[in-house]
């Protein structure tokens, strides 16, 4: 599996877009980008996922790079609850030969500030 | 629907002893995963399912066991905690095929002393 670079802590305030960052130079070509978070404590949580096309949920927007090789989630409107651990993680379907393998690193910790 | 849920929410265990941590999930999901957590670190793949009746080694499988002998429950077994396996354990669950989208359990708070 393709290995991931983030940042280890952003900061934001809130109401204002939050952009986390996030390097995967070595992702292959049927390998999918996702985010996921988690709330102190609480179980990770699923936002979003992509393969080369901008995506946009209720949650969140995910930037991919032409070149696959980086992307960006954004929050657009961030809130204190938006405080979390954001993890980006590169990674197969599920299916196949591929059992949904999720390599979480250490992520990014996002503070949402008044 | 409850998701996926997690029994118990917390243990304290002696060294030496044994203990099984339950997951359930009601989303008829195929794939489940049992992974721990260490204090500032992500998470670990111990052991996972893509079926009923069926179990495979993920990243840190000694000192566990598991068993799934019903789609919806996926057992996670300690034969003799030993403080190392101080963790917090999470289980998700998938469909096959899918986005790769898991849920995850509240998770179970496990100190060995």
């Known amino acids: 599996d393709a290995k991931t670079t983030q940042p280890p802590s952003m900061d934001c305030a809130e109401g204002r877009a939050a952009n986390l960052p996030c390097n995967h130079s070595?992702?292959?070509?049927?390998?999918?980008v996702y985010w996921y978070r988690q709330i102190h404590s609480q179980g990770p949580q699923y936002i979003i996922h992509?393969?080369?096309n901008n995506e946009t949920n209720e949650m969140a927007s995910l930037i991919i790079t032409e070149d696959r090789k980086s992307s960006t989630l954004i929050l657009p409107h961030a809130t204190l609850r938006d405080t979390a651990v954001y993890y980006c993680?590169?990674?197969?379907?599920?299916?196949?030969?591929?059992?949904?393998?999720?390599?979480f690193g250490q992520g990014t910790i996002l503070t949402v500030h008044p | 629907n409850a998701g996926v849920t997690q029994t118990p929410k917390f243990r304290v265990l002696k060294t030496g002893q044994s203990m099984t941590l339950l997951c359930a999930q009601d989303?008829?999901?195929?794939?489940m995963y049992w992974y721990r957590q260490d204090p500032g670190m992500g998470l670990r793949l111990i052991h996972y399912?893509?079926?009923?009746?069926?179990?495979a080694k993920g990243e840190v499988p000694d000192g566990y066991n598991v068993s799934r002998l019903k789609k919806q429950n996926f057992l996670l077994g300690l034969e003799s905690a030993a403080p190392s396996q101080t963790s917090v354990y999470f289980c998700?669950?998938?469909?096959?095929?899918?986005?790769?989208?898991?849920?995850f359990g509240p998770g179970t708070r496990l100190t060995v002393l």
């Open positions: 998700a669950s998938s469909l096959r095929g899918g986005i790769n989208e898991q849920f």
């Open positions: 070595t992702i292959s070509g049927n390998e999918y």
């Open positions: 992509g393969l080369k």
């Open positions: 993680i590169v990674s197969l379907r599920a299916g196949g030969t591929s059992y949904g393998k999720l390599t």
């Open positions: 989303m008829n999901h195929e794939y």
């Open positions: 399912s893509v079926g009923e009746g069926t179990t």
